[in-house]
């Protein structure tokens, strides 16, 4: 996502009063619902109706735009398909699901500042107490599934990537058993192709060419169109 049109000073540029400018500016209100419906409008429907928001999330969340993120809660409970109480109970697990597998790609402190502030607007009655990762063990069965979903996104690369962790093993061992084992091979919330869409969105947002080659090449391997993973790259 571009930000507005307009010439900004470095945020470590001080003015002669020592106000720092602010960078990227924050969106009006108008502003982040114009791209709401924009995205929605233009993401592709062949990835399901429920995707969109999670790219938003995922490029909203590293940028820290938790008041945008709450607005974007506030605007799908807004619509018709939450209009139950239940209904909403079942967003706020995706958007939490996703903030969570943000964790592991983008680091602790943003999601957590964004599940907080959509806590600010939560209605009590919409609030879901459930724990998707009680109980979880890193023993053989997680470390299998992560393997799993793993391999599929990697497939011929995995050797490559194996060898990077050689003579790093506290990064390989990581990799497989936290960040597939526990966070992206769970998707017991949200499935496969969303969490490869979030994964592919946060890491393009951060500007990582390696990675996000791999995972270009992954939304690929696991079905997305080639037409779908450019429409990603044009909301991201």
Request: charged share 25%; net charge negative; with cysteine.
């Amino acid at each position: 996502m571009a930000p507005a049109s307009a010439t900004y000073v470095d945020p470590c540029i001080r003015t002669q009063d020592e106000v720092p400018y602010i960078y990227p500016p924050e969106r009006t209100l108008d502003e982040a619902i114009a791209l709401f419906n924009e995205t929605q409008a233009t993401f592709p429907k062949s990835l399901g109706d429920e995707t969109w928001y999670l790219v938003l999330l995922a490029t909203l969340t590293y940028g820290s735009n938790e008041k945008i993120i709450a607005a974007l809660y506030t605007h799908l409970t807004s619509q018709p398909r939450y209009a139950t109480s239940e209904a909403r109970q079942v967003l706020i697990r995706r958007i939490r699901e996703t903030l969570v597998k943000l964790v592991a790609l983008i680091g602790v402190c943003k999601p957590l500042a964004a599940i907080w502030k959509i806590a600010e607007v939560e209605r009590e009655e919409d609030r879901d107490y459930s724990f998707s990762r009680e109980g979880w063990q890193p023993d053989e069965a997680y470390r299998a599934r992560g393997d799993d979903w793993f391999g599929q996104i990697y497939k011929h690369n995995l050797p490559q990537l194996d060898d990077r962790f050689a003579a790093h093993k506290d990064f390989g061992w990581i990799s497989h058993n936290i960040t597939y084992g526990l966070y992206l091979s769970d998707h017991t919330i949200i499935g496969g192709v969303d969490t490869e869409v979030v994964t592919l969105s946060a890491i393009l947002i951060q500007n990582q060419p390696a990675t996000s080659a791999f995972h270009l090449r992954g939304c690929r391997r696991i079905g997305i169109s080639a037409e779908d993973v450019e429409a990603i790259q044009v909301c991201d």
